[in-house]
């Protein structure tokens, strides 16, 4: 989505803080990755990055996590294995 579903206006990239709900269970992220609407204001977060923040979460056992902290882990021993 690159446009507001409510305004049509295109969105900007940014990085915010979320809480996402699995299992009863409340995660908390912050720098993640997000677009904002310039217009309304209205902040989406892509359902991927709802899923890899429970995933992140659940890995580490933790309820608070950094997103961009969890994700140059990933790339780093990503990288360590090639």
């Known amino acids: 989505m690159f446009r507001c579903s409510k305004c049509k206006k295109w969105l900007k990239g940014i990085t915010t803080e979320t809480d996402v709900v699995c299992n009863g269970i409340t995660y908390h992220a912050n720098n993640v990755p997000a677009k904002i609407c310039p217009e309304c204001g209205e902040i989406t977060i892509h ?10 979460a659940t890995q580490r056992n933790k309820i608070s996590i950094d997103y961009a902290e969890c994700e140059n882990e990933e790339s780093v021993a990503s990288q360590s294995i090639l």
Do not use: S
């Open 47 to 56: 359902e991927i990055i709802q899923e890899r923040i429970v995933q992140y």
